[in-house]
């Protein structure tokens, strides 16, 4: 059993001082994804996915690291959730595997696969904490993969297919639910610059792709709205990066325009508004392969928009790169393990843009994080000073976004656990939880001890 570490009293009354500025029915959770930490890939009848695949790739992922093992959660769930419970989480975000759902391309729904995620629920809301899934978070079916991938729209009718099956098993007692992740990352990076799976690099796959993932969104949304209880909620998560120019000139804001649309808006801007951003064709030379009645799918109702945001992007024109013809410059000052900038300020932005643009009815961070080198100490603690002043930072930042009357309802760390960082293997670690690999251990680090306080800053006193 894993213990909370005892904080130092200034950090205690500083993260019960953020938790405060917070309403008491806040959301406090935290997220991870099932191709990160389930590992058993091919139990219980599950097939491969593209990122398995993907990670057999001579080079593709550092360190030659696979999913085949992972945080072992597929059979350490119920300590996972005692944690979480330890942590005073309200909500846990995680996804489904599509191919432990959907093993094969005409199989019916695999009931030990569902079995898995009905057990994970019931003991989630045995607990108090409340289940927000993702349907899709990168692991593809590789048999789609070989029917053509997020390129062939077949992909849309089978998502929402899947979509139907989890939501007649789980609707009754999942709530909250969002269909993809991240578009943009596993569109542009899995199909134009070819580091994600599937590994492709072409533009017109992307595009095909981008078009198929709003329809499977779009088909998603209209699945789940026909099985779930009224009370069921809908929405999508995206990865957010507020833009800006490296320098005044106007070259370089035309630059910051496109990743701006490109980064941000590209996916959230046809969802909420029915029709693709008038930059989009600006982008691209591909086509679209829009078909008629395309954009009311898509842009059937949502109720809550999901922001993942990590960094913000200052950047400079470059014709050399593809689509965006921008290039993000070295940022200034603090950068993570993963070269990213920390920049509090960009999360109140991001959230403040998008509740202007588009008033979504309610938003959630449903990611934030950062990874550090963490080191265990001899005595078993994790000091990840980075990653407390990284949460702290930015919890203080998005808090202004309520002062302001912005919906935001609730917040997400990622990640739960230290993780298979996709093209990173597992050597980047963002999780409020060390994993030691070879053990499995788990080890609160003090960044997790602090988001407690925060979480249940209107239930205790300092
Ligand atoms: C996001 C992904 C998530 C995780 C973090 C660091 O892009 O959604 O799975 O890898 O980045």
Known sequence: MTTIPPLPTALQTRAHEIGRRYPRDFVWGAATAAPQIEGSTDADGRTPSIWDTFARVPGAVADGDTLDHADEHYFRWRDDIALMSELGLDAYRFSIAWPRIVPTVDSPANRSGLDFYDRLVDELLSRGIEPFATLYHWDLPQWQQDRGGWADRSVAHRFAEYATRVAERLGDRVHKWMTLNEPWVYVFLG????????GIRSEEHAVRAMHHSLLAHGLGTQALRAVLPSDGRIGIALSMSPAEPATPTPHDGAAADRFDLYRNWLFLHPIMRGEYHPG?????RAEIPIE??????ISHPIDFVGINYYSRGVVRADDSIPVMR???????GVVTAMGWEVHPQGIADI????????APAAIYVTENGSAWDDEVTDEGAVFDTGRVDYLTAHLTAAATCLEGGIPLRGYFAWSLLDNFEWAEGYRKRFGIVHVDY????????QSGAVYRSVALAHETEV
């Not at 199909?191 to 599937?198: E, S």
């Not at 989009?280 to 691209?284: I, Q, R």
């Not at 008629?292 to 799918?297: A, E, Q, R, S």
């Not at 499995?440 to 680090?445: A, D, L």
Request: overall charge negative; cysteine-free; glycine content about 4%.
């Open 351 to 358: 959230i403040a843009q998008t509740h202007e643009r588009y």
């Open 326 to 332: 921008a290039r993000e410059t070295p940022p200034p």
């Open 438 to 445: 070879p053990t499995q251990r788990r080890t609160v680090k």
């Open 280 to 284: 989009t064709s600006e982008l691209f």
């Open 191 to 198: 199909h134009l610059d070819g580091v994600h799976a599937p």
């Open 292 to 297: 008629d009645g395309d954009l009311d799918v």
